[in-house]
């Protein structure tokens, strides 16, 4: 059995916990901004394709306390690494402290390094290079307040990164950030789904692909197939099984994207057919102001991130009129939200709705009780996501 730790977006970790139990890791414990687990080198490959919450995979290698960087140093330099990846690969090593009482995280950096590749000169004579910018393989460290844990991160670029976005919009959400902001919804393939913010199309994609069962590191290679203990046959065996999940689109299948835009209207489309393959048409995108909104369907799921402390809705119109040119601050963006809650309310009766924002102020500002308020972290942001039952008349805040 083999330790590991997978971080995840600060918010996601029973997301995650749920997502580790499909795919059988055991000793499941949430932690925070990330989650534990123990299993196989086939649990490995299997979160690194399947999971949508994941940041990256870790594999735990060694922990032990520490009072001096000198402690660090020797806990590196006596792992035996040489069973995980070749002296000439390249190699990068990240720090992150948690009360940790040395004076320099850089520092500690460059012992932990010092430590790897002085292993590698005694047992081969050749150390790794050292790569920042696209390492193949890459250990993390992390200090507590005594206590030093060596990583050996197996997903490479992080999860997120699914393969398909290489075009985006401003602000994009990150994909792992838009799964959960759906799972967190409750929303389920059988309903429709609306994103009338969509940018890039983040959060149509990634729901379009739950529902396809396109796992979403299926287009992308990771850290784990450049290591020493690389098990070809059964990367394929779990690659094989994922792609007997897949399914054809079911005609209820109804995912809507718009966005006031046009410009985005052709980068959703080319994200869509790198994500979906044959089956892109399955998510309608089409170029529309969100305060124009119709319903397009009696019940469903509203899901967007909409635009805070942007130029906002400069194309966009607000009570019949042409927005300002540059409308940064909250009081500016007032009259959009109060604009975009009375389509709400008016048109959406019906609907759940899920807002992502950082602007803790917005119930008050669409003057709508929130049923539930849920915190996440966009990186470092603190947001909430909250949720609005649309049922008419009956959600006004007085
Ligand atoms: C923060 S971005 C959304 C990013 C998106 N979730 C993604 O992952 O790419 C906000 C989006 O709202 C759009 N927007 C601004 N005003 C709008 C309006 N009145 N109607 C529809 N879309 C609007 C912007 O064009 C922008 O793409």
């Known amino acids: 059995m ?20 499909v795919q059988r890791a055991k000793n499941i414990q949430s932690a925070a901004g990330g989650v534990k687990f123990r299993g196989t080198l086939e649990t490995a490959y299997r979160a690194n394709l399947h999971s949508r919450i994941a940041s990256r ?27 995980w990846f070749r002296s000439d690969t390249t190699l990068r090593v990240d720090v992150v402290g948690n009360r940790c009482p040395l004076r320099s995280l850089d ?15 005694n047992e081969t004579g050749v150390r790794p290079d050292i790569d920042t910018r696209s390492p193949i393989m890459h250990v993390q460290a992390f ?48 309903q429709p789904l609306l994103d009338p913010m969509c940018g890039s199309g983040t959060l149509a994609i990634e729901a379009a692909q739950m529902a396809l069962h396109i796992a979403p590191g299926s287009q992308r290679h990771f850290a784990f197939e450049a290591m020493e203990n690389f098990d070809a046959a059964l990367w394929q065996k779990v690659q094989a ?35 979906l393959g044959p089956h892109a048409g399955c998510v309608q995108v089409k170029q529309i102001d969100a305060l124009d909104l119709k ?11 909409p635009p805070y402390g942007e130029r906002l809705g400069v194309q966009g119109r ?8 540059v409308d940064d601050s909250k009081e500016d963006s007032a009259p959009f939200f109060k604009a975009f809650s009375d389509v709400l309310k008016q048109q959406f009766a019906g609907w759940r709705a899920y807002l992502l924002t950082s ?30 039952e649309m049922v008419a008349g009956s959600n006004r805040k007085n």
């Open 359 to 388: 602007d803790m102020e917005l119930p008050k500002q669409m003057r709508l009780k929130p049923s539930k308020r849920t915190p996440l972290f966009n990186g470092a942001l603190e947001c909430r996501l909250f949720e609005f």
């Open 318 to 325: 607000m009570g019949g009129r042409q927005a300002p040119e």
């Open 57 to 83: 995979i870790l594999l735990h290698i060694a922990q032990a306390p520490y009072r001096s960087e000198e402690d660090v140093y020797q806990l590196a330099a006596r792992q035996p690494w040489l069973q």
């Open 2 to 21: 083999l330790d590991f730790f997978s971080p995840c977006p600060r918010g996601l970790e029973d997301c995650l916990v749920q997502e580790l139990q």
């Open 143 to 190: 200090l507590s307040a005594d206590t030093c844990t060596l990583y050996l991160d197996l997903s490479g670029e992080p999860l997120f990164k699914r393969g398909w976005r290489l075009e985006k919009g401003e602000a994009p959400l990150r994909e792992n950030l838009a799964a959960g902001i759906l799972m967190l919804s409750g929303w389920k393939p059988e």
């Open 107 to 121: 520092f500690v950096t460059l012992r932990i390094k010092d430590g790897i590749c002085d292993y590698y000169r």
């Open 241 to 275: 099984q994922a792609l007997a999940q897949q399914r054809a689109p079911d005609a209820a299948l109804k995912i809507y994207a718009s966005d006031i835009s046009l410009n985005l209207i052709p980068v959703i489309r080319a994200n869509l057919e790198r994500a």
């Open 295 to 305: 319903k397009p369907a009696e019940a469903g799921v509203l899901v967007c991130n």
